[in-house]
């Protein structure tokens, strides 16, 4: 059995702070299974800083820690905290090298999930700090995924986002993309909602209909490569992207991109426009794959 992303994510923190002499900051790490069990098990000697229950305050402590070079890393337990946590990062950190010509590089580990927690907790939140300029936003569900960007935030000088899923930190496979020969629909899928997005074109493929896949990491900047627009120009019914953000945020966006790039239909299928609540009966959830193989065959009848 191969290794799960949870542990790929501790070791780097360690290394992290270890080796580098860096700090994590967050709330509550050191207890409730060390952050989903991708914390190694250090303490405020080793760098690891327990902040109080002040979330406009923590990121100005951690921006602070990156102003003395320090790349920290920052742990945004429910991605909705971005709301809070985010201010001090998008208005001071993310400017202070343009402006000032002082670096402020940290990376921001912002964890989504969903189910029964409520309105403010739950899914992804990235549109809200996507279009501020100094940050640069990632997706990786996967080791590999997750180390290239390590190792890209190495070299930087930015505020890396890197947007977590707690459903991904027991994988332990690679994705691939498909888009050889011409294909009937594309998939480009972000975050939780790639794994839905595999299943789903295994049965879409075996209802006899070419579907191709192209997994989304780099989510800013976001850089078509030749190779997917040549794929998506040549497919039949265009791209359908799935995310576990709203409609009206970065799917619109990066759609947007794709079509001024292809000139083909891209449409879009992420959390309905409503808010969820604290049970079952009124969540708010990703596109699973049966509500990706609806849309996918609707979109492909549409274009006959």
């Known amino acids: ?40 098990k250090l303490y405020e000697k080793d760098g690891v800083i327990e902040l109080p229950m002040a979330d406009v305050a923590g990121g100005g402590i951690v921006t602070g820690s990156a102003l003395m070079g320090r790349k920290p890393i920052y742990i945004i337990r429910y991605q909705g905290y971005n709301w809070f946590n985010c201010i001090f990062i998008v208005n001071y950190a993310c400017k202070s090298n343009a402006i000032w010509k002082i670096p402020c590089p940290m990376i ?31 997706s990786p569900m996967t080791n590999k995924e ?39 629909l594309i998939l480009m899928p ?17 209802r006899g209909l070419k579907v191709g896949i192209i997994h989304l990491v780099n989510l800013k900047p976001f850089t078509l490569e030749k190779r997917w627009i040549t794929a998506i120009k040549k497919s039949k019914s265009g791209v359908l992207m799935t995310d576990n953000d709203y409609n009206d945020g970065i799917l619109r966006t990066l ?47 549409r274009s006959k």
């Open 1 to 40: 059995m191969g290794k799960e992303l949870r542990e790929t994510i501790k070791e780097i923190t360690y290394k992290h702070l270890k080796k580098n002499k860096s700090q994590v900051f967050g709330q509550n790490l050191t207890g409730v299974g060390w952050v989903a069990g991708t914390l190694p």
């Open 108 to 138: 921001i580990r912002g964890i989504a999930s969903e189910g029964s927690i409520g309105p403010v907790a739950g899914s992804a939140h990235l549109s809200v700090i996507y279009k501020m300029p100094g940050i640069k936003i990632f």
């Open 146 to 184: 997750y180390i290239n960007v390590y190792k890209k935030f190495t070299k930087s000088k930015d505020v890396f986002y890197i947007s977590e899923h707690r459903q991904s930190y027991s994988n332990t496979k690679e994705f691939k993309n498909e888009i050889k020969g011409k294909k009937d």
């Open 190 to 206: 972000i975050s939780v909602t790639r794994f839905e997005a595999e299943k789903a074109k295994n049965i879409l493929e075996k």
């Open 255 to 301: 759609a947007h991109q794709i079509i001024e790039k292809t000139n083909k239909n891209v449409s879009v299928l992420g959390l309905d426009d409503r808010t969820a609540g604290h049970h079952k009966k009124v969540d708010n959830l990703p596109p699973d794959q049966f509500q990706i193989i609806k849309k996918a065959i609707s979109i492909i009848k």
